[in-house]
Structures are given as C-alpha cells and as structure tokens.
C-alpha cells in the first residue's frame, strides 16, 4: 500500500500569511495527487487535481507542485475562509487509494 | 447542478450489515467511476471502495475486502455499498463520491450518511 505522510498536523498562521502544505508518498504515484478543504460539518472540496490543475472557481492563491513522491499545497496569501483542514490524496490508477492524515489551519 | 445524496445509515450491533445508498444527479453517471470515502467521528478521511464506470470493476481498503461490497445500478443512477460483519471501527459518516476510481480524483461528493456500530 502507498502511505502519504502529510506535514505539518496542524499550523498556525494568520490572514496574510504564505503557507505551505507538505505531502511526502512512500513511493511515486507520478502526479496523481489530489488536495481537498474541509470545513467542519462539510463534505471535502477538491481544490487541486493531478498536483498542479486547480479546480474551476477555486481562488488562484491556492497552488500545488510536486510529482513522484513530493508535494506541496501553497496558499499565497491566507484569508479568513481558508482556515480548515487540508488532506492530500494519491489516487495512483487502480490502487489502493490513500489520503494523508490532514493538516488542520488554523488562526494564529 | 451535481447532487449525491447518501442514505441507509444507521444504528447496527457488531456483527451486523447494513446497505448504504447514494442517488445521483446532474450529470451522466454511467460516464464516471465512483467511490465511498468514510470518516470517523474527530478523524481524518479513509477511502473505502470504488468502482468503474459499468461496474464491472471494483477496488477496496484493505480493511474492507471480503467484508464490503460496492456495485452501482446506472439505470436507478445509484451507487451502493454492502457492508457485511460491522465492527466498532467501521463507526464513520460514509461518503459518496464521484470519481475516486482510476486516474480520476473524487470531483464532487455527497453529505454523507452516519453508520454507528455499537451493542
């Protein structure tokens, strides 16, 4: 099975603020590697596909990099709406599917 | 507009099964592949199963092999999930999702339905 090992658990930060998302794969899925937001009492919302395409309509402060077995999410400059937990996902075909355990944003 | 709505969830006693159901709409849902994502009460989310676009292939968790089923009925545009000798640990809100099989990422998902496993 592929593990994803999201870092940090949990971060910090304030409105402003550049942050970075680190995913690490314990072997190359390539770019398949997806970036949901979750609000508490929501369902996740796909911000990020294939490492690098953003969804439609997701705000272009949210990027992602990386392929094989690291990644990051950046969110350029934080605003109040992105506070909430973030998981990487390897979607490798016709794997076993895996999220990273979540990285949970929070306000400084 | 996309819409997956969840249903079946519930209260069963270990041992017990139970059948989760998901209704699309919006879209042509024999054109995409399909998932179940779970989530534990306070915990982060666990895919479960997936399945291609005709059904005629299927992956899982390994916790879940032998013990659930996911199959889909393209005609009803429903997705299901058979879940078979519960445990306390299958407790979670069971999430529907399109995509989440092959190389596509789960695009849009459902609001879930809670599965409580306990005597």
């Known amino acids: 099975d592929i593990q994803m090992t999201q870092s940090p658990s949990t971060l910090s930060a304030s409105v402003g603020d550049r942050v970075t998302i680190t995913c690490r794969a314990s072997?190359?899925?390539?770019?398949?590697l997806a970036w949901y937001q979750q609000k508490p009492g929501k369902a996740p919302k796909l911000l990020i596909s294939k490492a690098s395409s953003l969804e439609s309509g997701v705000p272009s402060r949210f990027s992602g990099s990386g392929s094989g077995t690291e990644f990051t999410l950046t969110i350029s400059s934080l605003q109040p709406d992105d506070f909430a937990t973030y998981y990487c996902?390897?979607?490798?075909?016709?794997?076993?599917?895996?999220f990273g355990q979540g990285t949970k944003l929070e306000i400084k | 507009e996309v819409q997956l709505v969840e249903s079946g969830g519930g209260v069963v006693r270990p041992g017990g099964s139970l059948r989760l159901s998901c209704a699309a709409s919006g879209f042509t849902f024999g054109n995409f592949g399909m998932s179940w994502v779970r989530q534990a009460p306070g915990k982060g989310l666990e895919w479960v199963a997936g399945v291609n676009y005709n059904g005629g292939t299927t992956t899982y968790a390994d916790s879940m092999k032998g013990r659930f089923t996911i199959s889909r009925d393209n005609a009803k545009n429903s997705l299901y999930l058979q879940m078979h000798s519960l445990r306390a640990e299958d407790t979670a809100l069971y999430y529907c999702a399109r995509g989440g099989w092959g190389i596509t990422a789960s695009d849009f998902w459902g609001q879930g339905t809670l599965v409580t496993v306990s005597s």
């Open positions: 072997q190359s899925i390539s770019h398949w």
């Open positions: 996902h390897q979607y490798n075909a016709y794997s076993m599917y895996t």
